[in-house]
């Protein structure tokens, strides 16, 4: 019976480590992706951390036109570790097709989750701080924009001031989290 509490406890300690340094390692992605300003002190200290692991692949993996694909193998290798860790952890002897699937559900499901912040963070600063700026809120204006910029130019703001392009571009994603992500997750864990 306290074996279920140990292997909880597993589990949420190799998600926190693992799931702490992927999302950084897909922070640094995805800042390249949207182009962030990397002299910002919040894209410097992804850097500072992910450079230790990242700078050596380098040397072997090249980068894809604008791609990074040691980050891209990086990310999908954690994921594909921390995967299989926590499935020894729950007593699974898991297959390699599951765990490829599985691992990249999650990775779709942090990449949308670090998005769903973004819109949030940039909606309550939109409210609480309309123009001011600080190196947090450029980077948080980079990752929304990309998602923010198409909705607005189909929902104009209302009222002048009134913008509803954040709550259509969460509710885009939190369905393709219920649409994509979750099945694509439970095919995973049944062929694990």
């Known amino acids: 019976m306290g074996s279920g509490y140990f292997s909880n406890a597993g589990v949420f300690l190799i998600d926190s480590l ?20 990397f002299y910002n002190p919040l894209c410097q200290a992804i850097v500072t951390v992910t450079n230790p692991v990242l700078r050596p692949l380098r040397r072997y993996i090249p980068s894809l036109k604008t791609i990074d694909t040691s980050s891209v193998l990086l990310i999908v290798v954690l994921q594909l570790v921390n995967t299989w860790l926590v499935a020894l952890v729950v007593g699974v002897s898991p297959k390699l097709g599951g765990l ?10 942090k990449t949308i989750w670090i998005f769903m912040g973004a819109v949030i963070a940039q909606f309550v ?45 969460m509710i885009v994603l939190q369905l393709l989290l219920l649409l994509a992500v979750a099945p694509l997750r439970d095919m995973g864990y049944a062929l694990l």
């Open 18 to 37: 693992f799931g702490l340094y992927i999302s950084a390692v897909l922070l640094r992605l995805l800042f390249q992706v949207v182009r962030a300003d």
């Open 100 to 109: 490829l699937v599985v691992a990249v559900a999650e990775l779709l499901n």
């Open 125 to 169: 600063l939109s409210w609480v701080a309309p123009g001011g700026y600080n190196p947090v809120i450029g980077v948080i204006n980079a990752l929304s924009d990309p998602l923010l910029g198409p909705a607005r130019r189909v929902l104009p703001p209302l009222g002048g001031r009134l913008d509803l392009s954040p709550m259509v571009v």
